[in-house]
């Protein structure tokens, strides 16, 4: 079978969600932990249950998630997929500075092939946020962004199948290195 596969959900979802249950659909293999909300718990959870290379799935708080853990543990991540990613926030209760230093110094890792889907009429998550990030984030040779014009959910048939595609375009790639 290849390298495992993991799916991190955001913040009001999980594994049965909309999106997870899409993903164990069209990927049978995909593991979907149960994470809480808390950024220091997720990662001690992802610390536990990533112990060698995989590909990445995350989604809103997971994409945040997997954005600090990555870190240091970015070796063991060989393509990511990130959905709607929570680097910035619209909520005046995560705009204090010390928050707002954790999501500037946010980056995708350039050594990392990923897919990035964001949603240019996001409530939750600035779309000008993704944007900053992805200019901080070059020069990145393999950053594949898709821009929706829709919310955050990222529901629609076209943002799903892009979504399908990219995963099977990460777990492609990451079988290549």
């Known amino acids: 079978m290849g390298l495992p596969l993991y799916y991190i959900h955001g913040k009001d979802s999980g594994p049965n969600g909309v999106r997870s249950l899409f993903l ?3 990927l049978p293999h995909i593991e979907i932990p149960a994470l809480p909300n808390d ?3 997720r ?3 992802l610390d536990d249950l990533i112990q060698s290379p995989c590909v990445m799935v995350a989604t809103s708080l997971g994409g945040l998630t997997a954005l600090l ?9 060989k393509a ?3 959905v709607a990613p929570a680097v ?6 995560y705009q204090t500075p010390e928050i707002l230093e954790v999501f500037n110094g946010l980056v995708i890792p350039h050594e990392i092939p990923t897919w990035l889907l964001a949603a240019t009429q996001d409530e939750v998550i600035p779309f000008v946020s993704i944007e900053a990030c992805v200019s901080r984030s070059q020069p990145h040779p393999e950053l594949h962004y898709f821009r929706f014009d829709e919310g955050h959910l990222l529901h629609s048939e076209a943002a799903l ?3 399908e595609a990219s995963v099977h375009a990460a777990i492609r790639r990451a079988e290549q290195a």
């Open 161 to 163: 199948n892009c979504l």
């Open 88 to 93: 910035g926030t619209f909520d005046p209760a």
């Open 24 to 26: 164990k659909q069209k």
């Open 43 to 45: 990662l001690a959870l």
């Open 80 to 82: 990511l997929v990130l």
């Open 69 to 77: 853990w990555l870190k240091e543990n970015g070796a063991k991540v």
């Open 39 to 41: 950024i220091p718990e």
